[in-house]
């Protein structure tokens, strides 16, 4: 199975894994938008490790790795890997649960989330909080290894209560995964401090000492091409994961284009008219409209529009908003 991680483009740009945010019909969104020499991989929301292995849990939790048939075709038209992030703390679900979806998906890679900040995730032992225990870690890793010929990457922190970089990334690069990616805030950070960047000098650094060539991937607070650039500069990582980024612009990973107000509301069409083929009611239309942000901004009008469309209740209402504001603004 060849190791895509050894062949982006350097520095690539990958799309965080975000759960209610980067589902098959928001991916589907973004291949359209996006330009392949910019977003290269793509990846799933986490799907809990504990679910995954069991038949009821396995049926709650397995929309998160849906792929639609036409994600998956612009996928290969596009050449973007999609990734699928699992977590939980048992070495035995790993396997377990990677070896399900080894053989029943078609993912590019598996990713270990290693870095969720949430409370109670931290307090089963899961995510972020394996960055104390990195015996478990490790068992973690070489159960999820021994499940898949799929690379395996691992999504992390710099910390718990404090960065820990050095010892961390050094650990991580003696288990010998696929890729690092590396969010430069601890645990305690969550979001509501400004990402660290000097942390990623220090990870570099363990890197160029261990003569080791594994990707690292660095995320946290990049919003925009420019801030990539900046960041590169000083802390040469071979690639940049958005989060947030995203919702400040949905171009993200296409600098060139310049969305006009029309692009943007046949936008917000096709995301919300996929969202309700691929849920129907199996998700709430409610969490389709966190999305309607992202695309009604930056033009007159906007303000009044959004609050008309978070009122809305179904399909067919942001349908008739939308309908009746191209015919008043004569957008066709
Ligand atoms: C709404 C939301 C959901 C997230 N869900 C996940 C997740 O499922 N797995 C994960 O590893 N990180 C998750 N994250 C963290 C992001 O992947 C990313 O590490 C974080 O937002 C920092 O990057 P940014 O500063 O570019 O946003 C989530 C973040 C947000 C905002």
């Known amino acids: 199975m ?22 098959t019909a928001f991916r589907e969104i973004i291949l359209r938008l996006s330009h392949p020499d910019y977003l290269q991989v793509l990846y799933t929301e986490f799907t809990n490790t ?7 849990g396995r049926d709650k939790v397995k929309s998160r790795l849906q792929v ?37 998906y078609d993912f590019d ?16 032992g899961s995510c972020s909080a394996l960055i104390q225990f990195p015996d478990l870690a490790g068992e973690i890793i070489q159960a999820t290894k021994e499940a898949t010929k799929l690379p395996v990457s691992i999504k992390t922190r710099t910390g718990l209560g ?21 969010h430069t805030r601890t645990q305690k950070m969550q979001t509501d401090f400004p990402a660290e960047w000097e942390e990623m000098g220090k990870a570099l650094a363990v890197r160029r000492a261990s003569k080791l060539s594994i990707p690292i991937i660095g995320n946290g ?17 071979d690639g940049f994961m958005i989060g ?11 600098p060139d284009f310049n969305p006009s107000i029309k692009d943007k509301l046949d936008t917000l069409l096709e995301h919300s008219r996929l969202y ?57």
């Open 50 to 56: 504990d679910g995954l292995c069991h038949p009821i």
């Open 109 to 124: 890679g598996i990713d270990i989330n290693m870095g969720c900040p949430v409370k109670k995730v931290v307090k089963q």
């Open 221 to 237: 607070d990049i919003f925009s091409m420019k801030d990539a650039k900046e960041i590169y500069a000083k802390y040469p990582v």
């Open 244 to 254: 947030r980024g995203i919702f400040h612009n949905p171009w993200f990973f296409n």
């Open 162 to 182: 404090k960065h820990v970089t050095e010892e961390w990334i050094d650990f991580l690069l003696s288990q010998d995964p696929a890729a690092i990616i590396l």
């Open 68 to 104: 639609n048939a036409s994600e998956q075709k612009l996928l290969k038209e596009k050449d973007v890997k999609l990734v699928a992030q699992i977590w939980g703390n048992k070495p035995e679900k790993f396997y377990e649960a990677t070896k399900f979806i080894s053989e029943n």
């Open 276 to 332: 309700v083929e691929t849920w129907g009611k199996k998700r709430n239309f409610q969490v389709l409209k966190r999305f309607f942000k992202i695309y009604v901004n930056d033009f007159n009008g906007a303000a009044a529009l959004r609050a008309r469309l978070m009122d809305t209740n179904d399909l067919e209402e942001v349908e008739n908003i939308i309908g009746s504001f191209k015919k008043l603004h004569t957008i066709k």
């Open 2 to 23: 060849p190791n895509f991680w050894k062949e982006l483009k350097n520095p690539a740009f990958l799309l965080a894994p975000m759960e209610d945010v980067t589902d």
